[in-house]
């Protein structure tokens, strides 16, 4: 009986010994280094985007100590993988904070990651660079926002296709994954359409599953909505993996870009790498990057890439740019304030300025978000997008839309007001 | 006397294992709250916290061990359960955040105010009420397993049918939970908790609160299913498991049986979720994913499956691998060892890691009649299902 | 556009009646011109050349064009001269089109967006009316008929004459039709002659002429075409029930195809083979592979690459199975569940093995040639590519069949899989059948793969998002009952195209799923069980 005993009493002083080694041993290195933590999913369903930016954020790490680091420390990067899993997410992103000591992290694509590892930084006060496009309705004080939010990204691509540049559209498609991202954007832009003259006839809403394969019934649906002699146009918050059968469709049904064009918000050059694009060549998509653009300061970042992964095909898209102004705009906070303690970054941070990869200069606003030009790109044969418009100067992004009931009085300020949601009606935040 | 009765029930296994848990569950709150950091034996709440979520796992895989390993129900679908009270949990705590929310609206929370909902849907009425919440942590999905299981068992539904339908049913509530108009909050589910019962849910004593509460929510799982499977009820159900037509023939209402279990386990698997819920800090329908349930399954096979304990500690076990080859340099690689593990443990221990000692203690220890009862047991399991399955095999073409 | 449209057509219709009034020289110069606004890099000024080259009446107007509306035509940023980049990778010179040996560093391509891509696809529809080519002309109608310019009118009036094909004809007169109707200035018969030409293609395409009828036309018009349009919706109704019926049979061999490998394993063995998606994904990567190296090495082998595929991935994938089934399953006969987990921790190994390798990316695979656009049939639009994916399978399902029943392994495999002892002291090798059963419906879900890299993402997780459907598939029509798994598989695939449009994509699944669970209640063997003693254990 004995025996026994000792060996299932140390299996389970094992488990729990292992893990506090783990947390004793690890704080050992931290002396030397500023740990940056990257969130990313490597494994699962979203690796397939998530990898590049795990990438992308161990090349800037790795130049930002070619140039001697960050106050005069190496930077170090924590790489963790929460395997596409939403609680895995909070508990990496706990033991980045708690157990890695982290300055700050990067990371996160899609909003159910965002919104599951908000908790652990505001109780454990950390600052995350979230990259990616979103819905907006959000502002917190320990999140900055480098991605678009639908007012940078959106709302200026439906304005290029009413105008005539973009075909007078006047028939809208609004189709999407059922999940947050497109139902909060399509009713954005419902309202935003319906504000611009738009009759509810003129506009038709589709949602589908995530993983959707089948594509026949929504495609011919959207052929015989684009027959009734106005100008129609999809506006796509079709999820990454449900788009190559998408488009397969579509080109198969010979809906080409000339009649029915189909902007998308989620499709980028990433995404293209797996599809054959001859036949969806005009087909648009509305970012605040393309590699296509010509800038000096993107050529040498496409070249560092490519040289960085050793691979000359490797594309470079929106939410890598993302990673590139928020790292830097990190850095400069830091050095500006001469510590990365992340009260004071995070106070430090509204007003910095970094370049963006298409030659203009971003800036961190009192809402988290960042200025950021909006351009609409068509699909060439390439895989790559040409630029055929982009705003004039750069767009601010708004946390709260101005496009629906609950939000459209609320105001994000973290240096003025110091909240997320001052209500201008009630001169309050929150209420 | 109840302590004596308990200890009566008990194995050496079972009694070691509540041992540790009794020691976990008032050590770890109290070496958080109490030792300075500083102190070689405090338990940092980082730690506290993936122990709880480890414990919340374990609770989960005991209630499916007792369907599995004892009834031979296999449920691809027990993350449905839980799933089921983390909801109930989670739309507790999200009517308690009431003005506190983003939009300040005093009743719909937040996902709800930017779709424009306008009024609250009748399935949220209640859930400001903690008792009611609680009812709904074990009747929504008690209830939900009493319907399946009565379908399901009057009519026969066995072994593998039984299997995929259950993983239909959960990857239904996964796609139903996604629909935005659901109500449920979409793919983004229930999140920014604030209070719990009016304690901060991030504050430290509510932590170790809730720590404590799983800890021992685990113990009384436990001794609740070690007291159906030493019963004479629970040896019928391991009799239905080994040879259901016989049990059947002997005179007893196999699915009356089997419908009890299957509802107390999902009850089980509720609470489970619901103390998942505020820890974790988020529910969504992620949970109810397919692979979760598969993974549970595996939990119960590495810990060994009919041994209640086992299931407990695999779930431990397969969860700290998680949590280690997630981390640095093995990041990449934490799906090559969870499918190695499912592999492995199925070919090479296939009795799971507590069985296998078992089996070196009762060697030890001399064969009595227990240990041949036993291994006699497994012997026509796998008889019976290989005439199962062996008769499911032929061609028409 | 309009405004310029009188002058438009009269030019070309000059040019095409070769009564040209302009000198030849001076044409020539006016071309150059227009050329040069090509190197502004501006679509505004690009537009403007589109419209100018296409009433030049030069011989290289039609080539420029073509050459602009597929990327092909280049500018020098230094010298404004523009340059073609013809098929075979040398370069003319756009202006007079003269080959060009050595093109001059730093050309970039002259940019269009949609709107120019309308206006080229417009003026090459223009250009070609009169051309030699059938097909083109053809098109050139299908354009006209599309885009409703009234400044192509008289050309296509002229081309209405000329033309001897009657297909054609009919479309020219129909896309004059469509044409007159969308003019507020046309006579009411006109009007009429048009709604009820129109009325007669009865297609979507001839609703969207019909509802472009100006506000200010005669109500009795109005009121024709109103009647018309109903007509055809009616018509379009019909068929959108026979369209359904074809999605259903799409959606149904998809099913079917993924399904069958999974039939054999699961309903002739009893294994639960949960790695039977991964199979799938691993023929799609074999395609990927086959294109890549033909891509690379053999381009104009391309639309070659699915035949070759096929074997290759029935190779690859069958030995895969065979390996998975002599390494883990054969130790586990006789325990279903245990199967289940074991080659769901396989699954794991491969997807995440893909991933390794391949990357987590998308993978391109293209469509050869026959699997690429779609055709008209009595009203129903098919595509190429849906249609021999339904074929294949249909092949595949009866070359399987026969196969069960006719050949040495198929007899064995019946044998063995009915009573495994007898079979075995008949001197079948019960050991190496069970592999090569194993290996065979592995190969069957790797051919699947290769069809469905042609409508679906090839990446890691492919083969996830078809494993709960095929096993669904596989207990709906009867465990062990091929011809239950093809009835099940067409069955779903129709009742869920049936109730998409009512319900919605997401709703529709899920109502799918409740159905099939309480089927199985109401027979729990699905819906071709097996009868007999054998059935219960």
């Known amino acids: 009986m004995s025996s026994i005993k000792i060996g299932r009493r140390g299996l389970l002083a094992g488990i729990i010994g292992g893990a506090m080694m783990m947390s004793a041993a690890l704080p050992a290195f931290a002396q030397e280094t500023i740990k940056v933590g990257i969130l990313h999913s490597l494994s699962g369903t979203m690796a397939i985007s998530e990898t590049t930016l795990k990438d992308v954020m161990l090349m800037l790490i790795d130049e930002q100590n070619k140039k001697g680091g960050l106050l005069g420390k190496k930077l170090e990067a924590v790489v963790v993988d929460p395997a596409s899993n939403w609680p895995l997410f909070a508990e990496k992103a706990r033991e980045l904070i708690a157990q890695q000591k982290v300055a700050a992290v990067f990371g996160c694509w899609t909003s159910v990651s965002r919104k599951s590892v908000l908790p652990v930084f505001k109780e454990l006060n950390n600052i995350l660079f979230y990259p990616v496009q979103y819905e907006g309705e959000e502002s917190e004080r320990n999140v900055f926002y480098t991605g678009a939010a639908p007012n940078q990204q959106a709302i200026p691509a439906v304005d290029y296709l009413m105008s005539k540049d973009g075909g007078e559209v006047k028939r809208w498609v609004l189709a999407g994954t059922d ?253 | ?102 939009y300040a609206n005093p009743i719909l929370p937040d996902f709800m105010v930017f779709l424009n909902w306008k009024e609250l849907p009748w399935f949220w009425y209640g859930f400001d009420m903690f008792p009611f919440a609680l009812l709904m942590v074990f009747l929504a999905p008690g209830l939900l397993a009493f319907v399946f299981g009565w379908l399901a068992f009057r009519s026969r539904v066995t072994g593998v049918y039984l299997s995929i339908i259950t993983q239909a049913l959960t990857y239904a509530l996964l796609l139903a939970f996604f629909r935005n108009d659901m109500g449920f909050g979409g793919n983004n589910g229930l999140t920014d908790f604030k209070d719990i019962l009016g304690f901060n849910v991030q504050a430290q004593g509510t932590r170790a609160t809730l720590f404590f509460l799983t800890a021992l929510s685990l113990i ?148 009595d009649g227990e240990a041949r009862w036993h291994r006699k047991s497994a012997d026509d399991t796998t008889a019976a299902t290989s005439n199962e399955t062996g008769a499911g095999a032929k061609i028409h073409g | 556009m309009l405004r310029n449209a009188r002058l438009f ?83 003319s010179d756009a202006a007079t089109g003269a080959k060009v040996a050595t093109p001059p560093a730093g050309l970039q391509t002259v940019r269009v967006n949609n709107r120019l891509r309308r206006n080229i696809d417009m003026a090459i529809g223009t250009l070609t009316l009169l051309s030699p080519d059938a097909g083109r002309r053809q098109q050139a109608a299908d354009s006209i008929f599309k885009s409703r310019d009234a400044a192509t009118l008289p050309a296509l009036e002229n081309a209405l004459k000329a033309e001897k094909n009657a297909a054609i004809a009919r479309t020219f007169t129909e896309a004059r039709a469509a044409i007159l109707l969308s003019q507020p200035d046309t006579p009411r018969a006109d009007m009429l002659s048009a709604v009820s030409v129109l009325r007669g293609r009865a297609d979507i395409g001839a609703i969207a002429a019909l509802r472009s009828i100006p506000d ?176 294949f399978t249909l092949v595949v399902f009866l070359t399987l069949l026969a196969a069960l029943k006719w050949t040495a392994l198929g007899l064995h495999m019946r044998a063995v899989t009915q009573n495994r002892r007898m079979a075995s002291s008949m001197g079948i090798r019960t050991p190496w059948v069970d592999a090569l059963t194993f290996g065979l419906g592995s190969g069957l879900a790797g051919i699947a793969g290769v069809a469905l890299s042609q409508i679906d993402n090839v990446s890691p997780n492919l083969g996830q998002s078809y494993i709960i459907d095929s096993f669904m598939v596989v207990v709906f029509g009867g465990v062990g009952n091929l011809w239950g798994t093809l009835v099940s598989a067409f069955a779903l695939g129709i009742a869920n195209k049936f109730l998409e449009p009512l319900a919605g994509a997401v709703l529709a699944k899920i109502f799918i799923l409740v159905l099939l669970i309480l089927f199985i209640q109401k027979r729990p063997r699905g819906l071709f069980a097996l009868k007999g003693r054998a059935v219960e254990a």
């Open chain 3, 9 to 91: 057509a009269v030019l070309v219709l000059s040019l095409f009646m070769a009564t040209l009034s302009l000198s030849v020289a001076a044409r020539a110069a006016d071309f150059a011109a227009s050329l040069e606004k090509f190197a502004a890099d501006d679509f505004t000024e690009t537009a403007a050349a589109v419209d100018d080259i296409a009433i030049s009446g030069s011989p290289n107007a039609q080539k420029v064009l073509e050459a602009l509306g597929n990327a092909r035509l280049f500018f020098d940023p230094q010298t404004k001269k523009v340059y073609i980049g013809e098929t075979d990778n040398s370069y």
């Open chain 2, 220 to 367: 009384l799982a436990y001794l609740l299913s070690r007291w159906m499977v030493t019963t004479s009820f629970g040896k019928i159900i391991v009799a239905i498991r080994d040879a259901e037509s016989r049990t059947r023939f002997l005179g007893f209402r196999v699915e009356h049986f089997k419908l009890l279990v299957f509802t107390v386990s999902a009850a089980m698997a509720g609470l489970a979720g619901a103390l998942y819920v505020p820890q974790v800090g988020i529910i969504n329908p992620s949970e109810f994913s397919p692979a979760n349930s598969i993974e549970a399954v595996i939990w119960v096979a590495v810990g060994g499956r009919g041994t209640l304990v086992g299931a407990a500690v695999g779930a431990i076990l397969v969860n700290f691998l998680k949590t280690v080859f997630t981390s640095g340099f093995l990041a990449p690689y934490w799906l090559f060892l969870l499918g190695a593990i499912f592999v492995i443990v199925t070919l090479a221990v296939p009795k799971g890691i507590i069985g296998t000692l078992n089996g070196y203690y009762e060697r030890w220890r001399g064969e």
């Open chain 1, 179 to 431: 999940y947050v991202y497109p139902r909060t954007t399509n009713k954005i832009l419902e309202a935003y359409l319906k504000a611009k003259g738009i009759a509810d006839a003129d506009i038709m809403i589709n949602y589908t599953p995530f993983g959707q394969s089948d594509w026949q019934t929504i495609v011919s649906d959207i052929k015989k909505f684009g027959s009734a002699g106005k100008k129609t146009a999809v506006v796509s918050t079709i999820n990454g993996d449900a788009n190559v059968p998408f488009y397969k469709e579509l080109a198969n049904q010979g809906i080409k870009a000339t009649d029915i064009p189909v902007v998308a918000f989620s499709v980028g050059e990433e995404e293209l790498v797996g599809v054959d694009t001859s036949n969806l060549v005009g087909h648009l998509a509305a970012w605040n990057y393309f590699e296509s653009v010509k800038s000096p300061i993107n050529d040498e970042f496409i070249a560092k890439w490519q040289a960085f992964t050793k691979n000359p095909k490797r594309v470079t898209n929106d939410p890598m740019e993302a990673h590139v102004i928020g790292f830097n705009m990190w850095v400069k906070a830091v050095e500006k304030v001469g510590t990365t303690d992340p009260d004071k970054v995070i106070d430090a941070l509204p007003g910095i300025e970094a370049p963006n990869l298409t030659g203009g200069i971003s800036k961190m606003l009192p809402n988290h978000h960042i200025t950021k030009p909006v351009m609409i790109g068509e699909i060439r044969k390439d895989g790559q997008f040409d630029v055929v418009w982009k705003t004039k100067d750069l767009v601010p992004g708004d946390a709260w839309s101005d496009y629906l009931d609950g939000s459209k009085d609320l105001e994000a300020d973290w240096v003025g007001k110091k909240c997320g949601n001052f209500n201008t009606k009630t001169n309050k935040c929150g209420s």
């Open chain 3, 216 to 391: 200010k036309a005669d109500a009795d018009v109005k009121a024709a075409a109103n009647d018309a349009v109903a007509a055809i919706e009616s018509r379009l109704k019909l068929i959108s029930y026979v369209q359904n019926v074809w999605y259903g049979l799409s959606l149904g061999s998809v099913l079917l195809l993924a399904a069958i490998g999974l039939a054999i394993t699961f309903g002739v063995m009893g294994v639960i083979n949960m790695a039977h998606g991964e199979m799938v994904m691993i023929g799609a990567y074999t395609t990927f592979v086959v294109q890549d190296l033909i891509r690379t090495r053999a381009p104009n082998l391309f639309d070659w690459s699915l035949p070759i595929a096929l074997p290759l991935a029935f190779l690859v994938t069958g030995l895969i199975g065979v390996i998975i089934e002599r390494g883990i399953i054969r130790f586990l006969y006789g325990r279903p569940l245990e199967t289940l987990l074991a080659t769901w921790g396989v699954s794991l190994i491969l997807q995440q093995a893909v991933r390794t390798i391949f990357g987590p990316n998308n993978r391109e695979v293209g469509a050869p040639s026959y699997m690429s656009g779609a055709f008209d049939f009595y009203g129903l639009a098919i595509t190429w590519g849906r249609m021999w994916i339904i074929v």
């Open chain 2, 1 to 102: 006397m109840i302590t004596k009765y308990i200890v009566s029930r008990l194995d050496g296994m079972g009694l070691m294992f509540l041992a540790v848990m009794a020691v976990v569950a008032v050590f770890v709150p109290l070496s958080n709250l109490l030792l300075p950091p500083t102190s070689a034996f405090h338990v940092p709440t980082y730690l506290m916290a993936l122990i709880g979520k480890y414990l919340c796992y374990a609770i989960l895989a005991v209630s499916l061990d007792l369907v599995w390993g004892y009834c031979g129900i296999l449920s691809l679908g027990h993350g449905a359960f839980f799933a089921l009270g983390g909801y109930a949990m989670g739309m507790y705590l999200m009517r308690q955040i009431g003005t506190r929310g983003v």
